[in-house]
Each structure stands twice: as structure tokens, then as C-alpha cells.
């Protein structure tokens, strides 16, 4: 048997989007929408105006934000494929917001059920991950990472500079498959 | 600032005493309780009959569980001091028990308060863990662990062969400090 290598993917902007979530909310409370082009131009705090920050900022504490989120294109069918020849571990900073460990379990459970539990991390500081690639939107979590972390686009990082990017998971495909 | 060693920290039967809540459990439902020294000598479940063994096994999937279980003696003291010279994660399988999410984490709050959220992490199969040391009840989870494992002596592990052994936290704090 041969070790397969391992990814660690990241949830919220990489495979689940919580940025339809923010603006459903905040269209609920304000009357505001935004365009899918705003959406996309920068993180959903930027968009908004400064003195509504704080509370946009809470949305993602309420018991009720993380459930039934979308799922990126294309990440259930490439994540599938990669399954077969990779490790695959959902790496996801849940810690900070208690309420969301059991909708993401059940969200992984729902879209992705050949993740095992035992494949599925609630972590902080995900430099206590130990795995060949980590594929998040958050180049700090590449920081201490001893792989190689690969930035996926999302609107909040598009100025960031990163030397490995994927824009979509056709492009993980691409570079893993 | 030179880069401090990590120590992955278990939680059940390392620094929280499951098995006495199991006896209280199997107490209460079946009249009958053993004495700590009947505790000590084998894991709980090889205590009881075998026709019991399966009602045992789901007392962990029970909400109130991992409610305000007692502290394994000489932890909070010694993982004090490990803190100021090594980062220190808690490390917990708790993803097989998803009830167990929001008590672990309290009791953590309460009992180990210095332990960031960012330090915690919920999970499966703990080869995804990176880490100096690892300091659990399971052997298993030092398969593929990528450190030194460190087997805290419990009653299921006493006959289980492994090299570095620790019988209390008095011992952890001779080999680590």
C-alpha cells in the first residue's frame, strides 16, 4: 500500500457559501441587496456600510447562519475525484462559533457523505494540521502550515498575495488530479 | 523568539474521568457499583456482563454525558506549567459524539480557562494532528502520528504495550519539564 497524500479543505467560502447567507440576512434586516457582482468584488463587511460592520459581523454567531448554506460550484464533484487517489480531511476553523458544529455536520453529512466523521476537523489556529496540501481562502492559515497552502479566489482575498491560487475547483483539478 | 514544542493533550481518561460517570450511569440503572479499585483495574465496559456492554458503549452518545465530569487528578496544575513553555492543544475525538461538542467545551472553559478556543480541536482520526507530543489513553491514535506519543495510563490501557508511559501527571511533569 502506498501513503496517499493528503488535503485539508476548508468549509465556509471554499466548499459551503456563507456569503449568500450574509446578504440574504442582511437584505432581510436592511432592505439592501447586492448584486452577485458586488457580491464577488469584495468580503460582504466591505460592502456594507462601516457603522453596519459590527452587526454583520455577529450574523455568523447566530444558531441559524450556518444551516442549509449552498455549496460551491463544482466542489462536490472534484472533491469526489480526488477522494479516490488523496486523503481527504474537512479542516474548518468552527471553534469560534459554537452553534455551527452541528449544521455543519449535518451539511457535510448532506453534500459530502463519503467524508467519514473521522476525516471531519473543528479546529482554531490550523497550523495544528498535519497534511501535504491545505486548500483555504485565509492566507494566514498557510502561515505555520508545514504543506503547501493553496488560496482559493473568494471575494474577501483577491488582493491578497498568495503564490499558489485556484479560482475554482476546476482549477484544483487541474493542479491535483 | 525561538519556536516552542506543542503537546497535543487528550481529554477523556486524560484530563477528564469518563469512566467515573459511566459507573454513576451504570449505577443508577442497574443497581450495582464497583469500587474504585474494580474501576481501576479494566476499562468499563469489561466490567459489566457482556449482554450490558452494548447500553454502556451508548451512555456516550447521551447529551448529558460529558457534563461536569471530574478532572483527572494533578492535570489543571501541570498543564498550567507545560503552558508557559509549550503551546499546548486539547486535542479530543469528540466528532463520534456530537452531543459531547458544547460540554467539552464548557467544561474546558471552566477547568482549563488559559486554553484559547483557538487551541481546541474536535476530531476523528488524530493522524491529522501536528504536533511534538501527544499524550492519550489510545495507542491507536499514535499509529501514524507524526510525534512521540505519550500513553496516560488508564484502566483500559494497562496491559497495552508502548515504549513512553506516563502512570499520573506528576510523571507527565518529570518528563516534560
Redesign the interface.
Known amino acids: 500500500m502506498t501513503l496517499m497524500k ?1 488535503i ?1 479543505i476548508d468549509m465556509d467560502e471554499v466548499i459551503s457559501d456563507a456569503n449568500i447567507r450574509f446578504s440574504e440576512w442582511y437584505k432581510r434586516d436592511h432592505g439592501i441587496e447586492f448584486t452577485l457582482e458586488q457580491l464577488a468584488s469584495s468580503g460582504f463587511a466591505d460592502l456594507v456600510p462601516e457603522e453596519h460592520r459590527p452587526i454583520v459581523r455577529e450574523y455568523a454567531f447566530h444558531q441559524d447562519f450556518f444551516k442549509d448554506l449552498g455549496v460551491i460550484p463544482g466542489s462536490k464533484e472534484v472533491i469526489k475525484d480526488l477522494h479516490e487517489k488523496y486523503e481527504i ?1 474537512i ?1 474548518t476553523a468552527a ?2 462559533f ?1 452553534y455551527s ?2 449544521p455543519k ?1 449535518q451539511w457535510l453529512k448532506d453534500h459530502f457523505p463519503y467524508i ?10 490550523k ?5 501535504d496540501y491545505m486548500i483555504d481562502d485565509n492566507v494566514r492559515n498557510f502561515k505555520r502550515f ?1 504543506g503547501q497552502g493553496i488560496l482559493f479566489t473568494a471575494p474577501h482575498n483577491r488582493n491578497v498575495e498568495w503564490d499558489v491560487r485556484v479560482n475554482s475547483w476546476q482549477e484544483v483539478r487541474e493542479m491535483l488530479l
Chains 1, 2 share one sequence.
Not at 497550523?127 to 497534511?131: D, Y
Open positions: 493528503r485539508a480531511f479542516t471553534m469560534e459554537p458544529f452541528t455536520l467519514s466523521w473521522t476525516n471531519i476537523v473543528f479546529c482554531g489556529d497550523s495544528i494540521i498535519n497534511a508545514m
